[in-house]
């Protein structure tokens, strides 16, 4: 395996982004809670744009049913979520700092768990699991960001999925409806609502509050 050092990974990414853009999301410092198929995707997304801070959320083990749309391989089944997510951000950028949680969000220790980042990318699969961190970011962090998703089942047209501003520190992205109930959940569609909140994480880091 070829060694590259971190100043040649900060040069390029100068090179190709602009080191004004580069050195604001090496500053930067955003979370990702769920590791799933949009927090899998996400997180990788954020470390390939050089996003110095990265806050890993997640208390499940990586299983065969979540290989049909999550950044894990079939070498992975039965780690912990976070450290082989961990170790796959070290092999794509090794200037971002990664800091894992491996629990489970709840009412009692979500303060606790957010009190560092700048802005919350939410990715759990359940309902009520995302209802409950909208709740906690209103009521402890509303002065931060997060960035949420709903509605990205099935094959539908991938044009239906958009990021919306819904409250003033709050985007939604997806189609808001396409659920489990309907459809399975497919790799393109789900990289689709993951890439547009990975999108609006950048520009929020960056700044940009518009969608």
């Not at 070829?2 to 190709?16: D, F, H, N, T």
């Not at 459809?183 to 940009?208: D, H, K, S, T, W």
């Amino acid at each position: 395996m070829a060694l590259v050092s971190k100043e040649a990974v900060y040069k390029e990414l100068c090179r190709r982004q602009g080191k004004e853009v580069q050195d604001t999301l090496l500053a930067g410092r955003a979370a990702v809670a769920g590791l799933g198929g949009l927090g899998s995707t996400i997180a990788i997304a954020l470390a390939r744009a050089g996003v110095g801070h990265l806050h890993l959320i997640d208390f499940d083990r990586v299983d065969l049913s979540n290989l049909n749309r999550q950044q894990y391989r079939i070498s992975d089944i039965g780690e912990l979520k976070t450290e082989v997510m961990a170790k796959t951000i070290a092999e794509i950028n090794p200037l971002v700092q990664v800091r894992v949680d491996t629990v489970k969000v709840t009412p009692e220790n979500f303060a606790g768990i957010f009190k560092d980042d700048a802005v919350i990318a939410e990715a759990f699969d359940l309902p009520e699991a995302k209802a409950m961190l909208a709740d906690g970011f209103f009521t402890h962090y509303p002065e931060r960001y997060l960035v949420s998703g709903s509605g990205m089942a099935g094959y539908g047209s991938g044009n239906t999925m958009e990021t919306r501003k819904v409250a003033r520190h709050f985007y939604l992205c997806g189609d808001g409806s396409t659920g489990m109930d309907q459809a399975g959940l497919m790799a393109p569609r789900v990289g689709i609502c993951a890439a547009q909140e990975a999108n609006m994480v950048v520009r929020l880091l960056l700044g940009i509050e518009t969608v």
